[in-house]
């Protein structure tokens, strides 16, 4: 596995090396998923090559169901805020 310090700015804006971007073919967007030792970052899939399917991403679930999840999740969140 490769590792690489990166600087975040201001904004929160990292550059991942151009080396990681063509080896993992990142293009213009990134799916961020928050695991136990960080944030992982993932290329999103193109929906050319998908032929339209996310479901290797997001399983079983429907579109209603991961909107939910996440807004579910969103709710504690600020729950968790406001009781800080």
Do not use: N, Y
Not at 5 to 17: S, Y
Not at 20 to 46: C, S, W
Request: charged share 45%; proline share 4%; aromatic share 4%.
């Amino acid at each position: 596995m490769d590792s690489t310090v990166v600087k975040i700015t201001k904004k929160g804006q990292a550059t991942i090396p151009k080396h990681l971007r063509v080896k993992h073919r990142f293009k213009d967007r990134a799916i961020v998923v928050e695991t136990r030792e960080g944030v992982l970052l993932k290329p999103f899939p193109d929906i050319s090559e998908e032929k339209g399917s996310l479901k290797k991403l997001f399983g079983k679930k429907t579109a209603r169901e991961i909107i939910e999840q996440e807004r579910e999740e969103d709710k504690r969140k600020e729950q968790d805020l406001e009781l800080k």
